[in-house]
């Protein structure tokens, strides 16, 4: 990924992670990927991160697979509008 016409590490990181988002995006309608397997999967990376801040990176992923979390979102989004 390039900024400003230059190839950067930092655009490299910021690819991946778009990458990430929208595989975990496709994984929630997707009929081939077990969610519950998966979540497993993400939680024991979790428990073999190195530091807090991998341990939070990997939670953030398992709360992809939480549809509980979006009616946050939704009560978010209706905050300020006029009903």
């Known amino acids: 990924m390039t900024y400003n016409g230059h190839s950067t590490i930092a655009g490299d990181m910021v690819y ?6 929208q595989l975990m995006r496709a994984a929630l ?3 081939l990927v077990d969610k519950e ?9 979790m428990k073999k991160s190195d530091c807090v801040r991998e341990e939070d990176l990997w939670n953030s992923f398992g709360n992809f697979l939480d549809s509980s979390l ?8 209706l905050e300020g509008t006029d009903v």
């Open 16 to 21: 991946h992670i778009s990458t990430a988002v």
């Open 29 to 31: 309608d997707h009929k």
């Open 37 to 45: 397997i998966l979540t497993l999967m993400i939680n024991d990376m």
């Open 70 to 77: 979006d009616k946050f979102i939704e009560e978010r989004s």
